[in-house]
């Protein structure tokens, strides 16, 4: 099996390269789904000259089998559920919200972990990238999506270094534009796909941000300079 992507970082290098197009817009937005997302986001960001922020969306994970999703949920208290998994595995109302409990709070965590006191980008009329690693089943980026709705952004783009083709297809009707730049076949895992494939820790996440913010505050004050 070939690997295509040494990490997360060089990912998200291929993808600044394929949203050249929205390079400089001052209504551009990029948000990255954490943790995963973050070191893809931060590249595609700086190389678009665009403000970066997190989007928080938290897999709900079937107990016992927390690799299998049976939905998610998001910033907003939005709530995606996948009815095969629960349907097919007979999951009662109640185990899905303790899962959704939990993870909630979590999603809270990190919401302060990782923004601190600082303010979330609004959203509404800008055209918002929402960047991951990856797509496997989807059932994140789609809470994510809901999520965002609700803000009303101009347009919505996803945007992935790699990802199955069939999720990259159905997600196509979903938002304005859907990039994946591998779509490999068999795909199996997004982490196959990666040379070093480990775990982002929230202090990863908060230096990424803060060098984000920083970039553009240079960015900003060259440009009003110039």
């Known amino acids: 099996m070939t690997i295509r992507f040494h990490n997360r970082s060089e990912g998200g290098r ?19 789904l954490p943790r995963g997302g973050v070191p893809v986001a931060y590249e595609v960001a700086r ?19 927390e690799e299998l999703a049976m939905g998610a949920i998001a910033s907003g208290g939005v709530r995606v ?13 109640n185990v899905i919200d303790r899962v959704a409990e939990w993870e909630l709070r979590e999603l809270e965590r990190r919401e302060r972990a990782y923004r601190g006191n600082k303010d979330k980008l ?13 797509l496997a089943t989807g059932s994140t980026m789609r809470a994510a999506i809901a999520a965002l709705r609700q803000q009303h952004p101009a347009q919505i783009i996803i945007t992935v270094p790699v990802a199955s083709v069939s999720i990259c297809n159905e997600l196509r009707s979903e938002v304005d534009r859907v990039i994946c730049a591998l779509t490999p076949e068999p795909f199996h895992a997004v982490g196959l796909w ?7 820790t929230d202090e990863e996440v908060r230096e990424l941000l803060n060098r984000a913010a920083e970039e553009q505050r240079l960015k900003e004050r060259e440009a009003g300079q110039g």
């Open 194 to 200: 990666y040379e070093d494939f480990s775990q982002i």
């Open 14 to 32: 291929l993808l600044a390269h394929l949203l050249q197009e929205y390079a400089g817009r001052p209504d551009l937005i990029v948000l990255a």
């Open 122 to 134: 609004e959203v509404r009329d800008k055209t918002v990238i929402l960047v991951d690693d990856g």
């Open 81 to 93: 559920l996948n009815p095969d998994v629960i349907y097919g595995l007979n999951i009662p109302q």
């Open 47 to 65: 190389a678009l000259s665009a403000p970066l922020d997190i989007f928080l969306v938290r897999k709900l994970g079937v107990p016992g089998h």
